[in-house]
């Protein structure tokens, strides 16, 4: 049978408030047609904000921004064969696909919807631990019954062979609850090129390329650190995925868009909320120190030559409980003695409350963003940042914040605040864990009416081709290929000939490398990759944890793991419990990491001559 030209998947949201516009744009833009229109709208907080949203309209519980952009190209792809597939139906799979049916009646449509499930284990909780699952948290060890939280979600991440056999059943839409960001793309690509599932190299590489347009336009130029080699500074357009047989793929977007596809924006995307290089998935081990990139033409990135490997047996569950509320208020303070004034607002501020230890936690933070003779009274300026949380909502409620604002006539001089005195609201704690996967039930819902089960896939589903790593060492692939034209330096290479010698210079990290980094949970991940070989050389040798713990301070105390991906000239750290209890719960003022690659960058490390013009 001759093989299918790659299927073109592009991307329209990254985040459950991205441009609701983009849906459209992802049609009307450019020359060559689109095969797949998917969505990304949730992440672990979303999960959150879904529960909140339900709890009030139990008819909720799904991202409502979708069926937005559904009113608006529904028609369109309807008439093109374009298919849908999102995870906009969150908790409430179901209740999203009778909202995009009735949709289409309003509109004179006829759409075949299926939606998945099988994700929700907070029913099951219960159950689950009386038969000996723990539920034990990944980062810390302790199992959910020490937690003595209220479970309010618990889902599962789910594989794509749900979504292709919806697709091989004339589905239209597929709807989908917490499958796994990239399963958006190996779904379709399976269903369109007809993978068994023991295809590991093709299902890898289908992984990668939904890895990189998961989050829309950061694989286009958004949130990237080498801002002067994007030329066309317009908004970015979304991404596409040219996934064909083999697995591989070329990354791109609509002619005439704003942004860049290089392959520094699609390196960047690839370090982004990873861990080891071994990237598991429900359906297959992708290992990033595998594959290759390579500029192929403007704006078109190709990923090649990512090994795959059967997946574990277990799945990933991602639990919100209910943590208890939270407040924050803000001080800013001026001018001269500084440090006084914070220690007297704070002084002030709980002798009225009752103390620090009112509160099940307190958190104070004095931002600096001070300077001597400011030029401006905002350059004066530092903020007195105070988060309190309990499990009484009233305690931290108007109760904290009233008395905060109360500051302003007995305080120190110059007080005033960010904001208004701020209700409490609730956060959540986050605790990711696993299950076996054979306790989880996938079920696609058919626009027939019928339902089937969609079965894991483990190591046992057919023979392993030969080019596949071992199933006993999937953390372990063969060595990793270089990207072309860039061949791994040794980490003890000698000076180059040609290049300056004399003494060290000191230079910011960042004109070395580029950086992207996020949050995965309570951790943070900063990707690195080098702008040359040789800077790459530098940083394998040099930039060890004990070095990254000193240029990012913070991460003194904490586990800090450190990866070496050579094919990308990169280096990938995760810090364990920076953001602990996670996105929602903690008081860290980036929540989730967003600038501390950025902040990496900026530090000073002290670099022989010849990488001063690197």
């Not at 159950?127 to 019954?145: F, I, K, M, V, Y």
Request: glycine share 10%; charged share 20%.
């Amino acid at each position: 049978m001759p093989q299918r030209p790659p299927v073109r998947i592009a991307n329209c949201s990254g985040f459950y408030g991205d441009r609701i516009a983009a849906a459209r744009e992802m049609l009307d833009q450019g020359s060559s047609p689109i095969d797949v229109l998917t969505g990304d709208y949730l992440a672990e907080l979303t999960m959150l904000i879904l529960w909140k949203a339900r709890r009030k309209d139990p008819s909720r519980g799904y991202a409502v921004t979708f069926l937005r952009q559904m009113e608006e190209v529904l028609g369109t792809c309807l008439e093109r064969g374009v298919k849908i597939v999102a995870n906009a139906g969150g908790l409430n799979p179901e209740g999203l696909a009778g909202q995009i049916t009735e949709l289409a009646a309003r509109l004179g449509l006829t759409v075949r919807v299926a939606y998945i499930t099988g994700d929700d284990l907070a029913p099951a909780i219960g159950d689950l631990q009386a038969a000996g699952h723990e539920l034990t948290n990944l980062d810390t060890g302790l199992p959910l019954a020490k937690a003595d939280l209220p479970v309010v979600t618990a889902n599962a991440y789910l594989g794509g062979w749900g979504i292709a056999t919806a697709l091989d059943a004339g589905a239209d839409i597929v709807i989908c609850p917490r499958v796994t960001d990239a399963s958006l793309v190996v779904g379709p690509a399976a269903w369109w090129h007809g993978w068994r599932r023991d295809d590991w190299n093709a299902l890898a590489g289908a992984v990668a390329a939904g890895h990189i347009i998961e989050c829309g336009p950061q694989a286009t130029g958004g949130n990237y650190s080498f801002l002067d080699e994007i030329t066309d500074r317009r908004y970015p357009g979304f991404p596409i995925a040219e996934v064909a047989a083999d697995g591989s793929s070329v990354i791109t977007k609509h002619e005439g868009t704003g942004g860049l596809v290089s392959v520094g924006t699609v390196t960047a995307q690839l370090l982004y909320e990873i861990g080891e290089p071994a990237y598991l998935n429900p359906d297959v081990v992708a290992h990033f120190d595998t594959l290759r990139v390579e500029q192929a033409g403007p704006d078109r990135v190709a990923v090649t030559g990512t090994r795959g490997s059967p997946p574990p047996d277990t799945l990933k569950v991602a639990l919100n409980m209910l943590g208890g509320y939270r407040n924050t208020m803000t001080m800013v303070i001026t001018g001269l003695d500084i440090e006084a004034k914070a220690e007297q607002a704070t002084t002030l501020l709980f002798g009225l409350l009752g103390g620090a230890e009112a509160f099940e936690e307190a958190d104070v933070r004095l931002l600096r963003f001070d300077r001597p003779d400011a030029p401006t009274n905002e350059q004066a300026t530092a903020h007195l940042r105070i988060t309190v949380k309990d499990q009484d909502e009233r305690k931290v409620g108007r109760a904290f914040s009233d008395v905060t604002f109360s500051l302003a006539l007995g305080g120190y001089a110059g007080f005033h605040t960010t904001t208004p005195p701020t209700a409490a609201s609730a956060f959540g704690v986050y605790w990711p864990a696993l299950v076996p996967a054979d306790v989880v039930t996938q079920q696609v819902h058919l626009p027939d009416g019928t339902c089937r089960d969609i079965p894991h896939t483990s190591a046992r589903d057919g023979a392993i081709p030969s080019s596949s790593p071992p199933a006993s060492s999937p953390s372990s692939p063969p060595a990793p290929a270089p990207s072309a034209g860039i061949e791994p330096v040794p980490a003890d290479a000698a000076t180059p000939s040609g290049h300056p010698s004399g003494p060290p210079a000191e230079i910011p990290l960042g004109r070395l490398c580029g950086a992207r980094s996020g949050d995965k949970g309570g951790n943070a991940n900063v990707g690195l990759w080098a702008s040359s070989p040789d800077a790459y050389a530098w940083l394998r040798r040099h930039l060890t944890t004990d070095l990254f713990k000193k240029l990012l301070t913070e991460a003194a105390d904490l586990q800090v793991d450190r990866y070496e991906l050579p094919n990308l000239l990169a280096l990938n750290f995760v810090v364990h419990g920076l953001l602990a209890p996670g996105v929602s719960g903690t008081a860290r003022p980036d929540a989730q990491a967003k600038g501390l690659g950025e902040y990496l960058r900026s530090r000073i490390v002290t670099v022989p001559p010849r990488l001063i013009s690197t």
